[in-house]
């Protein structure tokens, strides 16, 4: 085996690597917003993504117009970082299909994920799943799509697991807001913001099962939004706590003043980064045998888990070490 050999090209043999998303998630709803996110996305780099929401974004008897509107904003040259997805509407909309007839053959290529919001099962979210496959191979898409579910129903968090296990899917994300008003007011209000969030223990939870259903199988856990838009320590608060207490690794913005905290508040410590950097980099010249670093064992087991904290490292817009960033980043 060479020496030269690429972390992703050995750590993960036989099995599919984690998916390395951006820490944030944008959401847009209308042409003025996406374009704003688009430029702000061209100038801090892609440590962001953004959803076109053609959910609560499309005006109801608008719904195709919107969707137009969308392929034109992801095929646009603005769209530099190809890390643009959409939100389509749910299983019970009318629309959903024509969501998908529409912009998955005109935009699919430049798509970054499709989102499904409100499933109620595993089903729901399969049957989505099979008619964008359905859609990709009539349109000759070289690509599957990746799918992020939303988890916002009782009957989508009592098949969290099962969702999560669906080919295709990329992250889980936690919709607080309406999973709160399905309880017909047995949770209070105050569990929507900080810290009933944090504390209720119905979503508490919530938050802690779609955590651990991702994250076993192999699928990003992304959190709700956070209601602060202007106090800054307040949103990074809420995303720390998403991050250490809870095992989120992304986040879902709904105004610029909240990406930049949110992205701080996900990246990895610098020292740990540094140590990461170094110890994978005396892997790759042991050709990924067991090393010492700083008197300590490592082998395959931990060389796993200090790749993708350098891969959560560049994806937040740290800096890398020098020849880490290198040799594993250089392409």
């Known amino acids: 085996m060479s020496q030269a050999t690429h972390p992703r090209d050995v750590l993960f043999a036989g099995e599919r690597p984690f998916p390395a998303l951006p820490a944030v998630d944008h ?55 190809g890390r643009v997805g959409v939100r389509i509407h749910d299983i019970t909309h009318p629309h959903w299909r024509a969501d998908l007839a529409l912009m998955v053959p005109a935009a699919g ?26 859609v990709e191979q009539a349109a000759g898409l070289k690509r599957p799509l990746p799918v992020h579910v939303l988890i916002e129903t009782h009957g989508a968090l009592r098949e969290v ?37 944090f504390e209720h223990p119905l979503v508490v939870r919530a938050k802690t099962e779609i955590a651990a259903a991702a994250l076993a199988n192999g699928v990003v856990p992304s959190h709700n939004v956070t209601t602060e838009l202007k106090d800054i320590d307040y949103i990074r608060h809420d995303a720390e706590r998403a991050r250490r207490e809870f095992g989120f690794l992304r986040m879902w913005s709904i105004h610029p003043n909240q990406i ?27 050709a990924w045998g067991p090393i010492q670093h700083a008197g300590k064992l490592h082998d395959r087991a931990s060389y796993r888990y200090y790749w993708e904290l350098l891969e959560r490292a560049r994806n937040t817009g740290m800096t890398l070490p020098a020849e880490a960033g290198a040799r594993f980043f250089a392409a």
């Not at 076109?52 to 137009?68: K, M, N, Q, S, T």
Request: with cysteine; charged share 25%.
């Open 27 to 81: 959401y847009a709803g209308s042409e003025k917003l996406m374009r704003k996110a688009l430029a702000l996305q061209q100038e801090l780099g892609a440590v962001f993504d953004i959803t076109c929401d053609c959910e609560d974004g499309a005006r109801a008897g608008a719904e195709e117009e919107h969707a137009r509107m969308v392929v034109e904003v992801v095929n646009s040259a603005d769209n530099r970082h």
């Open 109 to 134: 290529a430049r798509l970054a994920f499709v989102t499904l919001p409100k499933v109620r099962s595993a089903a729901d979210a399969a049957e989505q799943i099979g008619e964008l496959r359905r």
């Open 161 to 197: 697991w099962d969702i999560a296990a669906l080919d295709g899917v990329e992250s889980l994300d936690f919709g607080l807001m309406d999973f709160v008003s399905g309880h017909h007011g047995a949770i209070p209000g105050a569990a929507m913001k900080s810290p009933g969030q």
């Open 260 to 286: 930049l905290p949110i992205v701080e508040a996900m990246r990895p410590d610098f020292s740990e980064v540094e140590a990461a950097a170094a110890i994978l980099l005396a892997a790759q010249d042991a």
